[in-house]
């Protein structure tokens, strides 16, 4: 007797659940239809950036700041920016230029590095370039280091560097250097 009573209040629990999941699915139903703008804005989905030679100079034993150069192409229409760059290898990853000051060459910090559209920059020694701040350890020849670049508009992707000992055989030019004499 007691089962049965119970039997039933099961079936009424059950009816009443489909009940409720029904009227629930012809709601959000209703709201579904289309209304107001589409929420994508197409201008700006931004394609990844060709990486084209990433490499990381590879510096004596004890020195604890080196540089990253890599030749950024970029598919887009509009200009990206470059804002930061991150690796496990050191305390700080930083986006610096090369100025030329009072025929000294300096290296300064800056906020961003911008690839033109459709077009190309160049992150090389004498420029543009990457510098690991505090190596956690030494590096060595052929390693590979990954950094993570972020760009404006939430664009970001990982890249793989190479460790190289780059003797520079033939300067392209001549740097006037400040020796101190
Ligand atoms: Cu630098």
Redesign the pocket.
């Known amino acids: 007797m007691t089962k049965k009573i119970l039997l039933s209040i099961m079936a009424l629990a059950i009816m009443t659940a489909v009940m409720a999941c029904d009227s629930k699915n012809k709601a959000s139903g209703a709201q579904k239809k289309p209304s107001g703008p589409p929420a994508e804005k197409k201008a700006e989905t931004l394609k990844p950036l060709m990486i084209v030679k990433p490499w990381i100079r590879l510096r004596p034993p004890g020195m604890k ?1 080196t ?1 990253g150069f890599v030749k950024l192409e970029n598919p887009n229409n509009s200009p990206v920016k470059l804002i930061s760059a991150e690796s496990d290898i050191c305390e700080a990853t ?1 986006l ?1 230029e ?1 100025i030329h000051e009072k025929n000294v060459m300096k ?1 300064k910090k800056v906020d961003s590095i911008e690839v033109p559209a459709n077009g190309t920059m160049d992150l090389k020694p004498g420029g543009y ?1 990457l ?1 690991f701040i505090n190596l956690k350890k030494p590096l060595k020849a052929d390693q590979k280091v990954t950094v993570k670049f972020s760009y404006e508009k939430g664009l970001s992707q990982t890249v793989t560097f190479n460790v190289k000992n780059n003797l520079m055989k033939k300067p392209a030019h001549k740097m006037k250097m400040d020796h101190g004499k």
């Open positions: 700041v540089g930083e610096h090369m290296m370039h510098m």
